[in-house]
């Protein structure tokens, strides 16, 4: 499987009348020898409530987010996904929400991913 990295970072967002929830911005890139290119990019994840933006477990969340498959939602969770996204997650979604999934236990997270 080739190496993976998610960066994350703070959008300085925080919705504090609905949800109560801090908006982090993160991208999925794949490293190519001395490069990287870009699976997907947002800003639409946000933080659990009463959880740090930077807390492992919030970490992890964002990795099962970004390898979520056909068939584990409804289909219009796909419908802006570009056919890079997808074929990412056709060919490594699986293997990569593994290897978060481990990471976390490694980590003691209970994590549901």
Same mark, same amino acid.
Request: overall charge negative.
């Given at each position: 499987?080739?190496? $993976?990295?998610?960066?994350? /970072?703070?959008?300085? =967002? /925080?919705?504090? $009348? ?21 699976? +997907? +990019?947002?800003?639409? $994840? ?22 979520? =498959? ?27 929400? +593994?290897?978060?999934?481990? /990471? ?5 997270? =209970?994590?549901?991913?």
């Amino acid at each position: 499987m080739p190496k $993976f990295r998610i960066r994350t /970072w703070d959008t300085g =967002q /925080w919705d504090m $009348f609905t949800t109560g929830k801090y908006r982090l911005a993160y991208c999925l890139v794949e490293i190519k020898g001395n490069s990287e290119e870009i699976v +997907c +990019c947002g800003d639409d $994840f946000f933080v659990a409530s009463g959880k740090c933006i930077d807390d492992l477990e919030t970490i992890a969340t964002i990795g099962d987010f970004l390898t979520i =498959q056909p068939g584990e939602v409804e289909e219009e969770f796909f419908a802006y996904h570009t056919d890079r996204q997808m074929s990412f997650l056709e060919d490594h979604g699986e293997a990569l929400k +593994c290897s978060v999934g481990e /990471w976390a236990s490694t980590k003691g997270i =209970q994590f549901m991913g």
